[in-house]
């Protein structure tokens, strides 16, 4: 399998879910000028003014735009052409100054040459399963931060991801899905949005990989990196399992027992 086949049929994909999540995500707290994250991320991730803030895969720049909204001076880089324009016409709109350019992250130093010209890197939710290469990733990320500087990830938990509801069994639980060792693209034909449950993709077919904890970690240790926490949470922003129960702030959480991680977050500074 050839790079562009997988970078050209996820990129299709990203470009059709832009216009649904425009209208499925709620941007009213954005719009009202306070918007906010994830409860774990506002717990873990404070920005404070003035800050260079680059945001990996930002999609159509909410997250993005609310850390501009906190005074952060704000980099948001995505592979899709359609989520940076989004991107930028939100921004015009709420009156934010905040940069956006298209590319993807391993070729971003080529389009976006700042080396070592921000304090903080920022990657969130379903980020990393869209990229074959963690240590590239990392590479990446260890360039862009000054000395000192700090990658904040969240993301959904590895270990949950090898489970999935189209693999369950009778009791309505998930089911096995993928090893969690598994080494090779995961190519899926799948027309259903995580965000709204009536949309249908016609761009269904995407390649998607699984990242054990352990190879994230040391991606980021042979890249200069030192990690400061690694935090296992019982949540995650998106029903990843239809037994699943919406929580405080716009969470999800296994009814009853915690039956699994659902995300990690981890923060790792530059030497």
Known sequence: MSAPEWFAANRANWDERVPIHLRSYDLTALRAG????????????????????LHLQCHFGADTLTLAQRGAVVTGVDFSPVAIAAARVLAMELGLTARFVEANVYEAPQVLPEPGGFDRVFVSWGALCWLPDTVGWAKVVSSYLRPGGQLYLIEGHP???????????????????????HSGPLVL??????????ARLGNKRTYEWLHPIGEVVEALRVNGMAIEFLREHDGVPWRMFGQLVEAEGGMYRWPGKRWLPLSFSLSAVRA
Not at 34 to 53: A, D, N
Request: no cysteine.
């Open 159 to 181: 270990a949950a991801l090898v489970f999935d509801d189209l693999a369950a069994g009778d009791d309505g639980m998930p089911g096995w899905f993928a090893p969690y060792f």
């Open 34 to 53: 306070r918007g906010v994250l994830h409860p774990i991320e506002e717990g873990e991730f404070q920005v404070t003014p003035g800050e260079r803030v």
């Open 189 to 198: 034909d799948d027309e259903r949005d995580y965000s709204d449950a009536a």
